[in-house]
């Protein structure tokens, strides 16, 4: 009996400890998709920093959140740019190596950034102030993270279903084609696919009923697949959608673009030899920005692929 008592004791004080630390939260605790779940939401942040400045201040910025800093290198899209400038966001420098320093100095209640690209500041991120990195995710779902986090629920549902019936009707509407898409880099192809890993812009074309070509669709986990000359013969959609994006700067783009072009394996792709080979631009499908870019995305569906002849 004794012993029984004794073990029954350690228990107790085995699990003490994380009954304390849960009712410790006076936030929402988030344990899905976040780098070293689960994550006590700080109550009523109001001050937020962001190290990513692609899809979480394209989020934060369609709920209408106030975001104090960001890194502003990596942002392509010349309207963000230009309103995250207007409103005097902190710029950190290297989306890669965020400066510590000025996020310290601003004394925000909350950061938040990516696993895949933040995870090695964490330590001295979450001594700055309570740091949340998510993980790879579907867009959508993200979005969703994010308005319980900033309490934007209901605008959130609301955008959401606003895309959702934009989506359903352009899926109604599609026509029976094939359709490719390739991002042109220095030295290289990137083809992005149609899987349950898809980037944000290949998912919507996915929701909008885009079909892919075989080569361009996956059932695992892959995201890219960075096909040489000889493979690209592989894009032989009846339309082909492209991007010419150099790197940071636009400025090579056109270059690169004309380069690519005039190369006779291009010229040989069926959407190129029917004329059915557009470019889109590179903010809107590089740099997707949440609901935004995705009705970017359904513009240009229903501009190239549905007032096709």
Avoid at 75 to 97: R, T, Y
Avoid at 200 to 223: N, Q, S
Avoid at 249 to 269: F, H, I, M, R, Y
Wanted: proline share 6%.
């Amino acid at each position: 009996m004794v012993s029984v008592l004794r073990l029954g004791l350690a228990l107790l004080l085995l699990l003490c400890p994380l009954k304390i630390a849960h009712a410790a939260c006076q936030g929402k605790e988030i344990s899905e998709g976040v780098y070293k779940a689960p994550f006590c939401v700080p109550a009523g942040a109001k001050k937020i920093v962001t190290l990513d400045p692609l899809l979480t201040l394209g989020l934060l910025l369609d709920l209408e959140v106030p975001v104090f800093a960001t890194p502003y290198m990596a942002i392509q899209d010349a309207k963000v740019l230009d309103f995250v400038k207007q409103s005097k966001m902190a710029d950190l420098g290297n989306p890669k190596e965020p400066s510590l320093e000025r996020i310290a100095a601003l004394k925000p209640d909350l950061i938040i950034g990516s696993t895949e690209a933040h995870s090695q500041i964490y330590e001295k991120a979450s001594k700055i102030a309570p740091t949340v990195f998510f993980s790879h995710m579907d867009w959508k779902k993200y979005l969703r993270l994010l308005s319980e986090i900033t309490g934007r629920e209901a605008p959130a549902e609301e955008a959401l279903a606003a895309y959702e019936k934009r989506a359903a009707s352009i899926r109604a509407r599609m026509k029976d084609v094939t359709v490719s898409a390739v991002r042109f880099a220095p030295g290289r192809f990137v083809v992005f696919v149609d899987g349950p890993a898809a980037y944000a812009p290949f998912a919507v074309l996915h929701e909008a009923g885009v079909k892919r070509t075989a080569y361009e669709t996956v059932t695992d986990d892959t995201i890219v697949k960075r096909p040489d000359w000889e493979e690209l013969a592989n894009l032989d959609g009846d339309i082909l959608l492209y991007v010419s994006a150099s790197g940071f700067e636009s400025g090579p783009d056109d270059a690169l673009e004309k380069e690519v072009t005039g190369n006779p394996l291009w010229q040989l792709l069926p959407a190129v030899r029917n004329d059915r080979a557009y470019r889109v631009d590179r903010a809107t499908w590089q740099s997707f920005h949440g609901i935004t870019s995705a009705h970017r995305i359904l513009d240009d569906i229903e501009r190239y692929i549905l007032a096709e002849p």
